[in-house]
């Protein structure tokens, strides 16, 4: 399964927009590319999955380049709710198991007023 | 709707003592899935049950871990003897598809063993 490797963490301020790159350069043809939101005393939250290009919700942005092996998540105008960790997640929503799921160290992202 | 939620939130027992936790999914989600971060590490894979079965528990560590998931709702996770490395954090997340299908997490049970 494809590993991913991402920043260990990084700082920002209010109302900047932050994005927060992962490499994953063995993704395979049919793997997506999910991020998660975890804050503190919390469990992992779905934010975004995506395949290609770009893909957005009301919570981020996803930017796929053509060759898939990185991507990045975009956070508008962050606030200071939006410190926690994020873990980039790569694998086949319809095949891979459950066990090939690695979250790995995720990046934590601290905000500043 | 309520999300999926864990008892006990946090739990405290000696070495060798046996503790159970408990996991109640969302309503209609036929997965259900156990992880844990034991102390400065990556959360891990535990196990996955479809319904009632288990559809992998190639995570499960040892044999002192028993889930059971009766009647295909909540599921139960018992670690029996405890040692202090089952300390931790254990998720559990619940999703209507299998695998990389979005999952919706509990806030996890904080174990430590003294």
């Known amino acids: 399964l494809a590993k991913t490797t991402q920043p260990i963490s990084m700082d920002s301020y209010e109302g900047q927009e932050v994005n927060i790159t992962c490499s994953h350069n063995?993704?395979?043809?049919?793997?997506?590319i999910t991020w998660y939101q975890q804050f503190p005393s919390q469990g992992p939250r779905f934010i975004i999955q995506?395949?290609?290009t770009k893909v957005t919700n009301e919570v981020a942005s996803l930017f796929i380049p053509a060759d898939r092996k990185s991507s990045t998540l975009s956070l508008p105008r962050v606030s200071l709710s939006d410190t926690a960790v994020y873990y980039c997640?790569?694998?086949?929503?319809?095949?891979?198991?459950?066990?090939?799921?690695?979250f790995g160290s995720g990046t934590r992202l601290s905000i500043r007023p | 709707e309520a999300g999926v939620t864990q008892f006990p939130s946090h739990s405290v027992i000696e070495k060798g003592q046996t503790v159970t936790l408990r996991c109640d999914p969302i309503?209609?989600?036929?997965?259900l899935y156990w992880y844990r971060r034991v102390m400065g590490k990556e959360i891990k894979f535990l196990l996955h049950?479809?319904?009632?079965?288990?559809?992998?528990e190639s995570g499960m560590p040892n044999n002192r871990f028993l889930a059971e998931r009766t009647g295909g709702t909540y599921s139960t996770l018992k670690v029996q003897p405890a040692e202090l490395e089952d300390s931790g954090v254990y998720f559990c997340?619940?999703?209507?598809?299998?695998?990389?299908?979005?999952?919706?997490f509990g806030p996890g049970t904080r174990l430590t063993v003294t």
């Open positions: 063995n993704i395979a043809t049919n793997d997506y």
């Open positions: 309503s209609g989600h036929d997965n």
């Open positions: 997640l790569v694998g086949d929503p319809l095949y891979s198991s459950a066990s090939k799921i690695i």
């Open positions: 049950f479809v319904k009632e079965s288990k559809q992998d």
């Open positions: 995506g395949y290609k």
């Open positions: 997340a619940s999703s209507l598809g299998q695998g990389f299908s979005e999952q919706y």
